[in-house]
């Protein structure tokens, strides 16, 4: 089976702008979360989605936002962009049984806010 | 809410040889996972064993096995036979099990150098 893909892989934005991430699972799973990771803050958990609708949130302020196709894609997005954004974006996907299995995670994209 | 302590940031071994992570959790929770996951430079996360609280017996996986503590809130990595492809940085971590959602709760990480 391929692993959970993620694109793109690297972004540079400037500030105020907004940038859409992707996420594609491993085929068959369900559930999709988000990480941001940063050398200060360490891995910090943004969402969860599970058959398209977000199952839950971490702590962050709503211009984080994401959503799940019906494919079980994800996708996240970022309004205006602020420098402490800059991150690596970490996507991870979950067998079909919902809460409590192991998650993979893709490769990252990497952002970086100017 | 629950928390991860890694208490050792750096840690460095040679080739063949045996080196144990550390890593406590607080939570108030009966049902639980944990994770050790290793970041190579490459930043990609892999999981490298899982253990279910439920279980007494300890999770192995090839050179790697965990020493998991329920009562002391403790799940600290054995790795045995150390090879240059072990350095990384290994991530603790903490899953509620929860048909309400899943989070993962990460530690701070420990970077561990594996040399010859």
């Known amino acids: 089976k391929a692993g959970v893909t993620q694109t793109p892989r690297y972004l540079i934005k400037t500030r105020g702008q907004q940038v859409t991430l992707s996420c594609s699972p491993i085929?068959?799973?369900?559930?999709v979360s988000w990480y941001q990771q940063t050398p200060g803050q360490g891995l910090q958990f943004l969402f969860e989605?599970?058959?398209?609708?977000?199952?839950n949130k971490g702590n962050f302020p709503g211009r984080f936002s994401g959503r799940q196709f019906s494919n079980s894609r994800s996708e996240m997005n970022v309004s205006t962009l602020e420098l402490g954004d800059s991150a690596l974006y970490l996507c991870?996907?979950?067998?079909?049984?919902?809460?409590?299995?192991?998650?993979?995670f893709g490769p990252g994209t990497r952002l970086l806010v100017l | 809410a629950q928390t991860v302590t890694q208490s050792q940031p750096e840690m460095s071994v040679q080739e063949a040889e045996t080196v144990t992570l550390s890593c406590t959790y607080d939570?108030?929770?009966?049902?639980?996972?944990l994770f050790w996951y290793k970041q190579p430079p490459s930043r990609q996360m892999i999981l490298v064993i899982r253990?279910?609280?439920?279980?007494?017996q300890n999770a192995t996986e090839n050179r790697f096995s965990v020493n998991f503590q329920k009562a002391a809130k403790s799940f600290s990595l054995k790795i045995s036979d150390s090879q240059l492809g072990d350095t990384a940085m290994y991530f603790c971590?903490?899953?509620?099990?929860?048909?309400?959602?899943?989070?993962?709760?990460f530690g701070k990480g420990t970077t561990l150098s594996v040399s010859s």
């Open positions: 991870a996907s979950s067998s079909p049984y919902g809460g409590g299995e192991t998650q993979y």
């Open positions: 085929s068959g799973h369900r559930s």
């Open positions: 989605y599970f058959s398209e609708t977000q199952r």
């Open positions: 939570t108030s929770e009966n049902n639980y996972y």
């Open positions: 253990q279910e609280a439920y279980k007494q």
């Open positions: 971590a903490f899953m509620k099990l929860n048909q309400a959602g899943t989070a993962l709760i």
